[in-house]
């Protein structure tokens, strides 16, 4: 793990360097990947855009049987992007922790999997606006005795690394232990066979796994001062501003309602992101 970490981001660079003198010839500084006449939104491959997610977050972004990604966000993104001009759009699954510098060190051209926009993430990536505002959830078992956050005392609590739940977990769970996975399925799992008591991950993907599995939610706790974006390398404004654009069409002509109630069923509909005569006169949650 050591190893590839300290070596990653030096063989990129060299890569990247490689790349950059190949094009050019005459060894200018123009990056591949920046904007150009013909590739005005800097992308890795012009015409396509190569997007990092999560194969395990049903349903914002999961594969399904045939290992075709599909999702709430995989849909709005594909629309956003095709409306950007865009039609070719490749998801690859990630471990979350890694999911932002993938994107930031130019391997992916977005980060696409309900990833709320911080202050903190905004030093290593920046973000379209945001287009979900939701709860952080722990599910466990039906036996478990946890009934709500201060039922985890003493208990093993399993979150995904590099997540909002994490931080929030070791912020204020202080009296649980804090088991990190790499990703949902393994948490869920290990919640499962009883190695951890519970597992902490976003509302919708919970839901699905409690029908999966019969676990039961133990707390809901609002992260609406987090609402999630699509990633993208800072300094790609161009690109950003298009998805931007497309995303508020994308709204406005009830594209994302019609996404929100298929992929999220019986949730409540936050107002903020409906075309603005649905909207009515009473605030919003937040943004
Ligand atoms: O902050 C929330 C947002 O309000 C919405 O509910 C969608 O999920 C969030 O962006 C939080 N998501 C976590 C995060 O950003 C976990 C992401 C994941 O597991 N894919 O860290």
């Known amino acids: 793990m050591f190893t590839r970490k300290t070596f990653r981001p030096a063989t990129l660079v060299a890569v990247a360097v490689a790349a950059v003198l190949a094009l050019s010839g005459c060894g200018a500084s123009t990056p591949a990947s920046s904007s150009s006449a013909d590739n ?8 396509s855009i190569r997007v990092a997610s999560l194969g395990d977050s049903k ?12 999702g709430f966000d995989v849909e709005l993104f594909t629309d956003v992007a095709r409306r950007a001009g865009v039609d070719n759009v490749v998801f690859t699954g990630q471990d979350f922790s890694g999911l932002l510098a993938a994107v930031a060190n130019g391997q992916f051209d977005a980060g696409v999997a309900a990833i709320g926009i911080t202050d903190k993430r905004k030093e290593t990536v920046d973000f379209s606006d945001g287009y979900l505002a939701g709860y952080l959830t722990i599910i466990t078992t039906k036996t478990s005795g946890i009934n709500d ?9 399993g979150v995904v690394q590099g997540t909002l739940q994490e931080a929030y977990a070791v912020k204020n769970f202080t009296s649980a232990s ?3 996975f790499p990703d949902n399925n393994t948490a869920v799992s290990a919640v499962n066979s009883g190695a951890v008591d519970a597992h902490f991950l976003d ?12 676990l039961v939610s133990a707390a809901d706790i609002p992260s609406f001062d987090a609402p999630a974006g699509f990633a ?21 002509d009830g594209t ?5 109630e298929k992929w999220f069923p019986g949730s409540p509909m936050p107002e903020q992101y409906l075309p603005k005569a649905e909207q009515t006169s009473s605030p919003a949650p937040s943004n």
């Not at 005005?40 to 015409?47: A, H, T």
């Not at 349903?59 to 599909?70: I, M, S």
């Not at 956050?149 to 609590?157: A, I, N, Q, T, V």
Request: proline content about 6%; hydrophobic content about 35%; cysteine-free.
């Open 40 to 47: 005005p939104y800097g992308l890795i491959e012009p015409g």
């Open 256 to 260: 994302w309602k019609k996404l929100y």
């Open 149 to 157: 956050p201060e039922g985890l005392s003493g208990k093993r609590l």
């Open 178 to 180: 804090l088991v990190r």
């Open 232 to 252: 993208v390398a800072k300094g790609k404004t161009e690109f950003k501003e298009a998805l931007n654009k497309g995303l508020a069409e994308a709204m406005e």
């Open 203 to 214: 509302y919708e993907a919970a839901k699905s796994y409690q029908e999966q599995f019969g």
């Open 59 to 70: 349903p914002y972004t999961f594969t399904d049987a045939q290992g075709k990604f599909t």
